[in-house]
């Protein structure tokens, strides 16, 4: 896909209206998993200002580092100094919905819908599993994204496969 820059990583943006929880998660997960090949960031449309405590704890648990993850709004990505971006991905239905930034260079998008579980309600421990089982789902989504074979497809099928891996996961995370 990207054949013209084969020295630098994938930019990867995920987008989420609070940037506090599971656009953090995914850009700590696709850091990891993707170390080398990707290079993941997060903002929000109306980023909340912090990360929630609740990711950062997941995230710290499972042997993460936390520095450097932070609530930010889409338009740092937005400007002429910023990472040129390879694929956006949505991870909360209000992003999908909202309308984005002119993103420079035409990445490719999906929406990868996940529950807030900063939203989720209850005992610590009920909260606790809310977190858990959206880091589960973007885990398994992040894992298919990252063993694509993304300069052997044309954009079409690539695209294909990233609605693909948004609709799939849903199914095996519910099973």
């Not at 170390?35 to 449309?45: D, E, I, P, Q």
């Not at 042997?63 to 040129?84: C, I, Q």
């Not at 807030?116 to 989504?141: C, H, K, N, S, V």
């Not at 993304?150 to 996961?169: H, N, P, Q, W, Y």
Request: hydrophobic share 40%.
């Amino acid at each position: 896909m990207r054949d013209a820059q084969p020295d630098r990583p994938y930019n990867v943006l995920f987008l989420c209206t609070g940037n506090s929880a599971r656009s953090i998660l995914a850009e700590a997960i696709l850091n990891r998993i993707g170390k080398g090949k990707f290079m993941a960031f997060s903002a929000g449309s109306q980023p909340k200002g912090a990360v929630h405590p609740q990711a950062l704890g997941l995230l710290e648990r499972l042997g993460y580092s936390t520095n450097g993850l932070r609530s930010k709004r889409w338009e740092e990505f937005a400007t002429p100094d910023a990472p040129v971006l390879d694929f956006v991905f949505t991870v909360c239905d209000n992003a999908a919905n909202e309308v984005c930034p002119v993103w420079p260079g035409q990445p490719m998008t999906a929406h990868w819908g996940v529950p807030d579980p900063a939203a989720a309600e209850g005992t610590e421990a009920e909260i606790a599993a809310a977190f858990r089982e959206a880091y589960l789902m973007l885990q398994r989504r992040i894992e298919l994204f990252a063993n694509l074979p993304v300069r052997g497809l044309d954009r079409m099928s690539l695209k294909r496969k990233l609605d693909e891996i948004g609709r799939t996961a849903d199914a095996k995370a519910q099973a």
